[in-house]
């Protein structure tokens, strides 16, 4: 099977990483995530409901392309609706 080039990235508190793979044909975004994850910040509690591919979420199961940027979301730390109210009272 032919082998595919992809990269799995995050950016967070925990430090940032882009972690460039070599995987088989017909890998999931999930388990590219998976294989990543000892080469990923200490400390990053990953779940496959926040995964994406160049800035569009997909599903833990999407099949991955040559040249995929796999990205882990993380949770929202302050409601876009406050962050705007606080940007107007200023």
């Not at 099977?1 to 972690?19: I, R, T």
């Not at 995530?33 to 990053?44: H, I, S, T």
């Amino acid at each position: 099977m032919a082998e595919l080039s992809v990269e799995v990235a995050y950016a967070g508190p925990e430090g940032q990483a882009v972690v460039a793979l070599a995987v088989r044909q017909g890998t999931t975004a999930w388990q590219a995530v998976e294989l990543a994850m000892p080469r990923l910040p200490a400390g990053l509690q990953a779940t496959p409901l926040r995964v994406g591919i160049f800035g569009k979420k997909v599903e833990p199961g999407h099949v991955l392309g040559q040249g995929d940027r796999v990205e882990l979301y993380r949770p929202l730390t302050l409601d876009p609706m406050e962050a705007r109210r606080r940007r107007a009272g200023k």
